[in-house]
C-alpha cells in the first residue's frame, strides 16, 4: 500500500465519524421546527409560556451547530469565496486546502477546544443549570459541546489533511508516470 493510500484511509475515518455525527444530529432539526411551532400555537392559543421549550429550542440550535459544523466541513458545505481558487490546478487547491487546514483551521479548532476547557470543567463542578426560573437543568452538558466541537473540527481538519496530502501524492505518482521515458516513448 503506498503512503497516499494510507492518507486516504486514514481521512475517510475521519469524515466517516463526522458525517456519522452530523447525520444524526441533523434529525434535531426538524424536532426544533416543530418545538418552535408548539410554542408559537400554545402562546398564540393558550396565551402560555414555557421557559423550559424555549430553551430547548436554543439548546437545540447550539447541538446542531456545534456537532455538525465538523460534518458541514466534510461535505464542504461552508461558504467559499473562490475567486481565482476554482481555476486553479489541482495541485494548487490541493496546497492551499492543506496550508489552511493547519495554519488555521487547526490551531483555530485546538484553541477553542483549549479555552472553552475551564469553562466546560467550572460548569461541570457546579453543575450548572438556568440561570432562569423555569429553565432547564444541565446547562453544563450544552457547554460541553464548546470542546466536542473543537475535537470534531481538528478531527476534520486532520482528515482533510490527509486527504490533500493523498492528493498531492497521487498528482505527483502520475506526474512520474507520464514524465517517464516509457511514457513518452508512447506519446
Known amino acids: 500500500m503506498l503512503l497516499f493510500e ?27 421546527v416543530v418545538l418552535m411551532a408548539g410554542i408559537v400555537i400554545i402562546r398564540g392559543l393558550l396565551n402560555a409560556n414555557s421557559v423550559a421549550a ?14 455538525a459544523s465538523a460534518y458541514t466541513l466534510a ?18 487547491q490541493a496546497w492551499v486546502d492543506l496550508v489552511g487546514n ?15 476547557w475551564g469553562f466546560v470543567t467550572s460548569a ?32 476534520q481538519a486532520i482528515a482533510d489533511s490527509f486527504r490533500q496530502l493523498a492528493t498531492l501524492g497521487q498528482l505527483e ?3 512520474a508516470v507520464t514524465d517517464s521515458p516509457e511514457a513518452q516513448q508512447h506519446d
Open 6 to 32: 494510507r492518507y486516504q484511509t486514514l481521512a475517510a475515518i475521519g469524515t466517516s465519524i463526522n458525517q456519522s455525527i452530523g447525520r444524526s444530529v441533523a434529525w434535531l432539526t426538524l424536532a426544533m
Open 54 to 67: 424555549q430553551e430547548l429550542v436554543t439548546y437545540l440550535h447550539a447541538t446542531v451547530i456545534m456537532l
Open 75 to 92: 461535505e464542504q458545505g461552508h461558504v467559499r469565496v473562490d475567486i481565482f481558487y476554482r481555476r486553479c490546478s489541482r495541485k494548487y
Open 102 to 116: 493547519i495554519a488555521f483551521l487547526l490551531p483555530f479548532a485546538l484553541v477553542t477546544a483549549l479555552v472553552s
Open 124 to 155: 461541570w463542578a457546579i453543575q450548572e443549570t438556568s440561570a432562569d426560573a423555569g429553565g432547564l437543568p444541565a446547562v453544563f452538558l450544552l457547554k460541553s459541546l464548546l470542546v466536542v466541537n473543537g475535537a470534531l473540527l481538528a478531527l
Open 173 to 175: 505518482l502520475e506526474g
